[in-house]
């Protein structure tokens, strides 16, 4: 089988391009049963519907841009994505579009793999998905509770993989605007207080990504083998043109 838009040979067990310069998925990525909509200049997939409101996330990665460009901790109270999230991009939607966005209270728990803080609750109009947000509406394997194993990995000494790897990546896949799989940052904390949880795209590897990386980083490991999360991980405040930083927001709508 061949890549119909760059034609590299895709083995036939792969759902996405190998090509790294392409990547982009070969089965087409699933709609969630909401359906999708157009608001302001996005297409957005309807995650839940309520009497008076529904929840939206982008169908599409946007852009991508840094979490936070300060060194240190970082929770999602106080990141500049809030900021911007909240501030610049809420204000590029036109005044009777605004008016329809409701502001909520967020919570924001602890890691739950590595009790990292998550901070206090929040006050958003426009927000990035939790770790248990993503496990409600793209599907739950159980693996959040109970970690998976790899059991005799050659590359890896750990006992546990950082990140979720089930039946629902292609769930969480995402594409950017040139259709390429890219990954998309979560408000979870990751391993420490300077890692950010997000869903997996092109890492340039063998993986079919979509997976849910709960540690936010992993991809540093010790001379043991072992994966490190120590003070040395500043994935926080990676170049805003990093592949990491997609963003993807969310946001309560007002139905008409």
């Not at 089965?27 to 409101?53: H, M, N, S, T």
């Not at 994505?81 to 728990?109: C, D, P, T």
């Not at 939790?130 to 790899?150: A, N, P, T």
Request: hydrophobic residues 30%.
């Amino acid at each position: 089988m061949k890549c119909p838009y760059c034609h590299t040979e895709v083995p036939a067990y792969r759902e996405i391009c190998p090509n790294t310069s392409c990547y982009r998925p070969i089965k087409p990525l699933p709609i969630p049963a909401g359906g999708k909509i157009r608001f302001g200049r996005y297409d957005w997939y309807v995650l839940e519907k309520q009497k008076d409101r529904m929840l939206l996330l982008t169908e599409n990665v946007i852009e991508n841009r840094a979490y936070h460009r300060g060194k240190g901790e970082i929770t999602w109270e106080t990141c500049d994505m809030r900021n911007y999230l909240n501030g610049e991009f809420y204000n590029s939607f036109h005044s009777s579009e605004r008016s329809r966005i409701i502001e909520v209270e967020n919570k924001n728990s602890d890691n739950p793999w590595y009790g990292t803080r998550g901070g206090n609750p929040t006050r958003d109009k426009i927000f990035l998905l939790s770790i248990d947000e993503v496990i409600e509406y793209f599907g739950d394997s159980g693996q959040l509770k109970e970690r998976y194993m790899y059991p005799n990995c050659d590359w890896c000494k750990d006992e546990y993989l950082p990140w979720i790897d089930d039946q629902y990546n292609r769930n969480r896949r995402a594409v950017n605007g040139d259709g390429m799989v890219i990954s998309w940052r979560l408000r979870s904390p990751g391993a420490n207080g300077r890692l950010v949880a997000f869903v997996m795209g092109n890492c340039d590897d063998e993986f079919e990504h979509g997976g849910l990386n709960v540690s936010g980083g992993g991809s540093d490991l010790s001379h043991t083998g072992h994966f490190i999360f120590n003070s040395s991980d500043t994935v926080t405040v990676m170049d805003g043109g990093s592949n990491l930083n997609g963003v993807r927001p969310a946001l309560w709508l007002r139905t008409e």
